[in-house]
Structures are given as C-alpha cells and as structure tokens.
C-alpha cells in the first residue's frame, strides 16, 4: 500500500525560507515519480516541481524556477521541497503525489500521477 506523508508546513513572512518532507512507502524498488502540487485558494491545482526517485532528475514550473529546489534522500525515501525567497503567492497546500513508474523527464500533469498525500499547508504572510 503506498502512502506519503508530508511534513513541513508552517506560517512565514515573505522573504523567508521553508523545507517541506515528503516520506514515501510501499513503492517497489526506487522506481517512482514525485511531484510536489500546490492549492491556493480561488486557483486551480498547480504542479510546481518533479523529481524522478531513482535519477534525480528534475522540473520545475517557470514561477519557482531558482527560487524552489526539489531533492530525495534514497537512505530516507524522503522527497524535499526546499522553497526560498517565498512570496504571499506562494501560499496553498503542498501535497506530495507520485506516480508507480519512473518517467524519461517527470512531468508536472495531474493526470500522470495516482497517490497522493494528503498535504500540508504552507501560509506566507506579514
């Protein structure tokens, strides 16, 4: 059965900096996809950033592109989400998803993934 559990959500200033964790289990092997989404209220679902589990390698949505870095830890099956320089816009639920597969680059499509987290919400305000 695979679950993910994410951690990290808090209220911050902007300007300020946040790690989100993302623990995942009962995936076979390393070979799964993660994408972090984000909720904000009033706005559709936004993929932000990917990482392929097994590759490490990375995508990211242009509105976080040096300001947000995905990473995992294979020891810990744990995905990150550093974010940086955070905005009030960046403000929403943060959920952890995955897809059972590795892909040639993850993409940030809902429609690609199966599990998902159940989020953790991240508040940016002064």
């Known amino acids: 059965q695979v679950q993910l559990v994410e951690s990290g959500g808090d209220l911050v200033q902007p300007g300020e900096s946040l790690r989100l964790s993302c623990v995942a289990s009962g995936f076979t092997g390393n070979y799964f996809t993660v994408v972090w989404f984000r909720q904000a209220p009033g706005k559709e679902r936004e993929g932000i950033a990917c990482?392929?589990?097994?590759?490490?390698?990375?995508n990211y949505v242009d509105s976080v592109k040096g300001r947000f870095a995905v990473s995992r830890d294979i020891a810990k099956n744990t995905i990150y989400l550093e974010m940086s320089s955070l905005k009030p816009e960046d403000t929403g639920r943060y959920s952890c998803v995955a897809a059972g597969r590795p892909f040639r680059q993850c993409t940030l499509n809902a429609d690609d993934y199966t599990y998902w987290g159940q989020g953790t919400q991240v508040t940016v305000s002064s």
């Open positions: 990482i392929g589990f097994d590759d490490g390698r990375v």
